[in-house]
């Protein structure tokens, strides 16, 4: 009986730290980088890859749901840059197995982009749409 108790509470606490602010993708593009020419290098696409990513309301923490997993990511520190008109808004996000990301919020050309700590690839989702709880 407790276990049952114990997995509704940490299910409502998940329900409510999660979906305060939605985004929906509908692609996916993989980048290299590239040292020599010092810029991204077009890998791959995949433009059947559907995902949801959800920021809790304190923007916290963010989890990214796809057709094959869910992760959660802790967002360590954020930033928005408004500089020459980006609209990006930069976290450094930890994943809920210890990889370090960049993850980039880019509201003008609407995609977020994922960089891990060794700056090797980059991810980008483009964004379908999104949308507040509130």
């Given at each position: ?6 997995s ?6 998940t329900?409510?730290?999660f979906?305060q602010f939605?985004v929906s993708?509908?692609s996916r ?6 040292k ?9 696409k ?8 959800e ?12 057709s094959?997993?869910?992760?959660g ?19 450094s996000v ?6 370090k ?14 960089i891990?700590d060794?700056f ?8 379908k ?5 509130e």
């Open positions: 009986m407790k276990k049952i108790i114990l509704g509470i940490i299910c409502m606490l329900t409510f730290a979906g939605h993708t509908n593009i993989d980048y290299t980088w590239d020599e020419s010092e810029d991204w290098q077009y890998k791959s995949d433009e059947e890859s559907l995902t949801f990513f920021f809790n309301k304190e923007f916290t923490m963010v989890k990214h749901t796809t094959l997993s869910t992760s990511y802790l967002i360590k520190s954020q930033e928005h840059d408004e500089e020459n008109e980006n609209n990006q808004y930069i976290f930890v994943s809920d197995v210890g990889n990301y960049i993850m980039i919020y880019d509201v003008k050309n609407e995609n977020i982009r994922f891990p060794d090797s690839k980059m991810i980008k989702f483009k964004i749409s999104s949308w507040s709880d």
